[in-house]
Nanobody, 123 residues
């Protein structure tokens, strides 16, 4: 079992930055692929970024590529999402995820979810 707790959301103006954190507890966290998804009102949950443990590689949705950076600190059992050049379209509840499996960008295959943190970007 893995428990995930997000923090760092809030209100920011367009062009600003935020860093989300996701603290994990439980065994074997370091072996899981981890990632971030988001869900805006009236929309489906969508992939944002993932860090695949095997190969140590990061993947991003096209909409955030070049603006967001995912990282992890296994010693602290924490995953981060640095978000720069934020846009109003980035407004959503952001969810940390662990044990993404092979289809890392499909929320149907996520093993563990955090409770979510609200990010609001004003224009």
């Amino acid at each position: 079992q893995v428990q995930l707790v997000e923090s760092g959301g809030g209100l920011v103006q367009a062009g600003g930055s935020l860093r989300l954190s996701c603290a994990a507890s439980g065994r074997t966290f370091s072996s899981y692929t981890v990632g971030w998804f988001r869900q805006a009102p009236g929309k489906e949950r969508e992939f944002v970024a993932a860090f695949v443990w095997s190969g140590r590689k990061a993947y991003y949705a096209d909409s955030v590529k070049g603006r967001f950076t995912i990282s992890r600190d296994n010693a602290k059992s924490t995953v981060y999402l640095q978000m720069n050049s934020l846009k109003p379209d980035d407004t959503a509840v952001y969810y940390c995820a662990a044990d993404l499996g092979s289809y890392y960008n499909d929320p149907s295959y996520v093993g563990y979810w955090g409770q979510g943190t609200q990010v609001t970007v004003s224009s």
